[in-house]
């Protein structure tokens, strides 16, 4: 899949990182945002104007305006509106030569698979962990990497599962924390959407060294970033105990 | 004998960053959580329930692997241990 001659212009600075060739496989690429909240709306942006070449990204909820702190798609004039069409249309200015699908869905047990399609990896843009072992496990089963990350507060943390290759979100947290309504300012989910769409870019172009097996933890209110080398629980019912096969990984 | 103990996300607000302990020898894993956390009783009460056991959800590592938090208190720390202690972060 070759680049336009717009496309060489648009993307100029960073085939200086990742040459034509890096630049190719953002485009070819489709990635799964699974939620446009707090974490999803930086992760969509990044990897929109990086030229992810196909984005699908799903939401259930409507814009509300407790939302507008933090979800930096949607503005006043959204509100009561689906987040999903308040993303698409501002991906779309954002970068009109990619493709955006916004799909306004809860994601179970029941459409999950179908929902992720044929995509090259997930992201966790999620708020709550049933659904974030969900997706963890249909990565695991279609062999494509999971993007984890999640806030509270000035805190967040983030970690890149390669099916296959690393701890999975279930080793590392095997028991979800009961819901709550967490606190949050808009700069943590921004911090850590970008250390996600960083991950993924990585990923997808073969570039540097990748969250697997290791937590990055952001304290933002410390201002310390510190990371924790975490291991695969051997009692693991995703990733331990069956024959995984390892994600695909651009080299 | 000294070891460290860590906290992050919702426990560090309770009961800080990080402290260097001395503990006596012998002291379990659990033991020393219960130690250093019982400096602050919403910190305490957020990591342990009301019989004084691990709530399910916190998840403990020494020295970079994580701990059946069940079975805690039959491990004995040892000088120089790295312990982690900090909750699933779970909003988006």
């Known amino acids: 899949m070759t680049l336009s001659e717009r496309e060489r212009e648009r993307y100029k600075r960073q085939i200086l990182l990742f040459g034509e060739a890096g630049q190719e496989k953002l485009k070819q690429a489709h990635i799964f945002i699974a939620g446009a909240g707090g974490l999803g709306c930086p ?3 990044y990897l929109a104007v990086a030229g992810i070449g196909t984005i699908t990204i799903v939401d259930r909820d409507v814009v509300d305006q407790s939302n507008l702190n933090r979800q930096i798609l949607h503005a006043d004039r959204d509100i009561g509106r689906k987040k999903t069409a308040s993303a698409v249309e501002k991906l779309r200015i954002l970068n009109p030569d990619i493709t955006v699908h916004a799909i306004d869905a809860t994601i179970d047990g029941s459409n999950a698979r179908k929902l992720v399609g044929g995509a090259d990896g997930i992201v966790d843009a999620m708020d709550n962990f049933p659904t974030r072992y969900l997706l963890n496990e249909l990565a695991h089963e279609k062999k494509i990497p999971f993007f984890h990350g999640a806030v509270r507060g000035m805190y967040g943390q983030a970690m890149t599962v390669l099916p296959g290759d690393s701890p999975c979100l279930a ?3 095997p028991h979800a924390p009961p819901p709550e309504v967490f606190p949050v300012v808009g700069v943590t989910p921004g911090f850590i959407g970008t250390v996600q769409a960083t991950e993924v870019i990585k990923f997808l172009t073969g570039t540097g060294e990748l969250l697997a097996g290791r937590l990055f ?7 310390r ?3 924790i ?14 024959n995984q096969k390892h994600a695909k990984k651009e080299k | 004998m000294s070891v460290k103990i860590r906290f992050f996300a919702r426990f560090r607000e309770l009961l800080g960053t990080e402290a260097i302990v001395e503990p006596a020898p012998g002291t379990s894993l659990s033991g020393l959580v219960r130690q250093v956390a019982g400096k602050n009783s919403e910190g305490y ?8 056991n691990f709530r399910e959800f916190v998840i403990v590592m020494r020295n970079a692997k994580r701990v059946d938090t069940a079975g805690a208190a039959e491990i004995p720390v ?3 241990d790295d312990i982690a202690v900090f ?3 779970a909003g988006g």
């Open chain 1, 43 to 45: 992760v969509a942006i």
């Open chain 1, 229 to 242: 080398a975490v291991g695969k629980d051997p009692g693991c019912k995703v990733c331990c105990g069956t």
């Open chain 1, 225 to 227: 970033a510190e990371e």
């Open chain 2, 87 to 89: 909750p699933p972060v």
């Open chain 2, 78 to 80: 040892a000088d120089g």
């Open chain 1, 217 to 223: 933890m952001w304290d933002g209110l410390t201002g």
């Open chain 2, 45 to 52: 009460s957020a990591i342990f329930d009301e019989k004084g």
């Open chain 1, 171 to 173: 080793c590392v947290f």
